[in-house]
Nanobody
């Protein structure tokens, strides 16, 4: 089981980025995936989760209305579309799963499987 997060980079405030979380070793459509981020000096924060198949999605208040989680089952990949980015969105972003169908609370962060992280920097 492996997750590989990618798509980070430097973007100006108000800009957009799309992060990818590519899965291998399991069928991503059958499990939930959660995106986290960790800013320098801050605790890791769960920001979005997509339950299995075309199920429910969840967002932290800090990203609601700006970020969208989606999945491409043909590519075994989950995406995080990030719009209207702010400097406070600067962080390393990770995807994670416990290979379960439903989404745990966004405060749960002891997942068994994690991607390696991708850095997002929002700065002018």
């Amino acid at each position: 089981v492996q997750l590989q997060a990618s798509g980070g980079g430097l973007v100006q405030p108000g800009g957009s980025l799309r992060l990818s979380c590519a899965a291998s070793g399991f069928v991503l459509n059958y499990v939930s995936i959660t995106w986290f981020r960790q800013a320098p000096g801050k605790k890791r924060e769960g920001i979005s989760c997509a339950s299995s198949s075309a199920g429910a999605t969840y967002y932290a208040d800090s990203v609601k209305g700006r970020f969208t989680i989606s999945r491409d089952n043909a590519k075994n990949t989950v995406y995080l579309q990030m719009n209207s980015l702010k400097p406070e969105d600067t962080a390393v972003y990770y995807c994670a799963t416990d290979l379960v169908r439903g989404c745990p609370s966004l405060t749960y962060d002891t997942y068994r499987y994690w991607g390696q992280g991708t850095l997002v920097t929002v700065s002018s």
